[in-house]
T-cell receptor, first 111, second 112 residues
């Protein structure tokens, strides 16, 4: 079974802190994704990576950056957390042209 | 951009067939249509994917008309455990982030 793990299920941070969300997949997938999910808005893509050190901005990249130094690991970075970044963050991976496999999500609260 | 539109919610009863439709008027030639299911406190899970006509697997069927401007996820004989949010995704080879667009999801509630 494909496994996508995220470093934390729940996280509470203060405004202005630098926040790291880690995602690891064990199936050697080329593609990895970071989404945020908010009530009524569905899943919105933050960043997409199609190879090591390769990334593309999604719909809502402002306030976020990403890092992919190894194929299995994709990190989402909130440079200076703000309250409007309180959300559920979902990581996913996929082979080329195939379905995505999602992690369990990290519920981030910024106070 | 292949924007997708789904009903916000649907209700049905155990044992019924449920059909959820997704509209995607601007679908591109190389776009596939993929449906996911999400339970509370979990990430979405793949259900089915198709390009045209009909696709069936052990849990669902996907109907795509010739113009491909919409698709219908069909769940046969639903049970209480099918209560979840269902998302359609229209996208191609994931060669570009601009091609990865989820719908807002349909909250399906199944009653006894």
């Amino acid at each position: 079974d494909v496994k996508v793990t995220q470093s934390s299920r729940y996280l509470v941070k203060r405004t202005g802190e630098k926040v790291f969300l880690e995602c690891v997949q064990d199936m050697d997938h080329e593609n990895m994704f970071w989404y945020r999910q908010d009530p009524g808005l569905g899943l919105r893509l933050i960043y997409f990576s199609y190879d090591v050190k390769m990334k593309e901005k999604g719909d809502i990249p402002e306030g976020y950056s990403v890092s992919r130094e190894k194929k299995e690991r994709f990190s989402l970075i909130l440079e200076s957390a703000s309250t409007n970044q309180t959300s559920m963050y979902l990581c996913a991976s996929s082979p080329p042209r195939q379905e995505q496999y999602f992690g369990p999500g990290t519920r981030l609260t910024v106070t | 951009l292949a924007k997708t539109t789904q009903p916000i919610s649907m209700d049905s009863y155990e044992g019924q067939e449920v059909n959820i439709t997704c509209s995607h008027n601007n679908i591109a030639t190389n776009d596939y249509i993929t449906w996911y299911q999400q339970f509370p406190s979990q990430g979405p899970r793949f259900i089915i994917q198709g390009y045209k006509t009909k696709v069936t697997n052990e849990v669902a069927s996907l109907f795509i008309p010739a113009d491909r401007k919409s698709s219908t996820l069909s769940l046969p004989r639903v049970s209480l455990s099918d209560t979840a949010v269902y998302y359609c995704l229209v996208g191609g080879t994931y060669s570009s982030a601009s091609k990865i667009i989820f719908g807002s999801g349909t909250r399906l509630s199944i009653r006894p």
